[in-house]
């Protein structure tokens, strides 16, 4: 197989995972909904990088672990589960207390640097993205049949990686500038706290769907 041919076959592939509403969805939306741009785009740096590891990590054949071994696949799974619980529950939690979820009160006044924000959703994209074994798997599964025989196994691998990265990108760019546009209706209080609780429980659903498996 070409390298060419396998980039393009795997962007069909990976364009169709970025188009289809999930946890990485719901986590932009709500941030940019809320009028945090740099925290946005903090998470949405975090959720790409995050997938580029585990480009490189499978290209290196580390995450292959993940399939070999049951344990290590149940241990980064219940660590995510709790993750996404503990995040969702915290949202929820917030919007009883007159804050949010960041620890920014509800009216949308910023207490956090514009740094600090940037780093903050950094951190939770990139937390969310490496905890999600399904992803580790998904790369598992499928990156290696896109890896040219002649090529070099951790070059190639970045590459798609990389795509898929664009591609995230490309997707984020717009779901932050539709969730901009939501800002004059969030401008409220009430508005502000219906939006973290339904993302909120979202999120802790995804949480527990992964504990139970599904």
Do not use: C
Request: charged share 15%; aromatic share 8%; proline share 3%.
């Amino acid at each position: 197989m070409a390298v060419t041919t396998s980039l393009w076959q795997f962007a069909l592939i990976v364009g169709v995972l970025t188009l289809t509403p999930g946890l990485d969805t719901a986590l932009i939306l709500r941030t940019a909904a809320l009028g945090r741009r740099r925290s946005a785009w903090g998470v949405v740096l975090g959720i790409q990088t995050g997938t580029l590891m585990w480009g490189a990590l499978t290209s290196l054949g580390v995450t292959a672990l993940l399939t070999a071994s049951h344990i290590a696949y149940e241990v980064l799974r219940w660590a995510g589960a709790a993750y996404l619980v503990w995040m969702g529950v915290r949202m929820l939690a917030g919007t009883f207390r007159g804050r949010t979820a960041d620890g920014e009160p509800v009216d949308g006044r910023p207490v956090a640097s514009r740094a600090d924000a940037m780093v903050r959703g950094f951190r939770q994209g990139l937390t969310t993205n490496l905890l999600n074994p399904k992803v580790g798997v998904f790369y598992v599964a499928v990156l290696p049949q896109f890896i040219p025989a002649q090529t070099d196994h951790l070059a190639m691998g970045v590459l798609l990686a990389s795509v898929h990265v664009a591609l995230g990108l490309v997707w984020s760019a717009a779901l932050v500038a539709f969730a901009r546009g939501l800002r004059g209706w969030l401008r409220t209080e009430r508005a502000r706290r219906l939006l973290d609780r339904v993302a909120g429980t979202v999120i802790a659903a995804f949480g527990i769907r992964l504990a139970l498996g599904d």
